[in-house]
């Protein structure tokens, strides 16, 4: 499918294709932080697609409003 016709379909759906890629990127971190306790931020935001890992922390504060470190502790499954 060529990028325009992906962007007409999205259009029709009325998002756009860097809404559904923050979303994913959301989703996935979220995820990652809270089951994954052995990967480190930093592979997180490789595997996120995020060239910094600065710029994961921005997103991920912004999507949660605290840090991936304290979201982990709060969220994880051991935190007790």
């Known amino acids: ?8 379909r999205l259009e029709r759906e009325g998002v756009t294709f860097g809404a559904l890629l923050n ?12 089951d994954h306790d052995d990967v480190a931020f930093t592979e997180i935001a490789f595997r996120l ?14 999507w949660t ?9 709060v969220r994880s499954p051991l935190a007790v």
Not at 1 to 8: C, E, G, P
Not at 23 to 34: I, M, P, W
């Open 23 to 34: 979303q994913t990127r959301r989703d996935l971190a979220l995820r990652y932080v809270t």
């Open 49 to 62: 697609g995020f060239s910094h890992v600065e710029a994961f922390y921005r997103a991920f504060r912004r």
């Open 1 to 8: 499918m060529s990028d325009r016709t992906l962007s007409r």
């Open 65 to 73: 409003g605290t840090t991936p470190l304290t979201y982990r502790r």
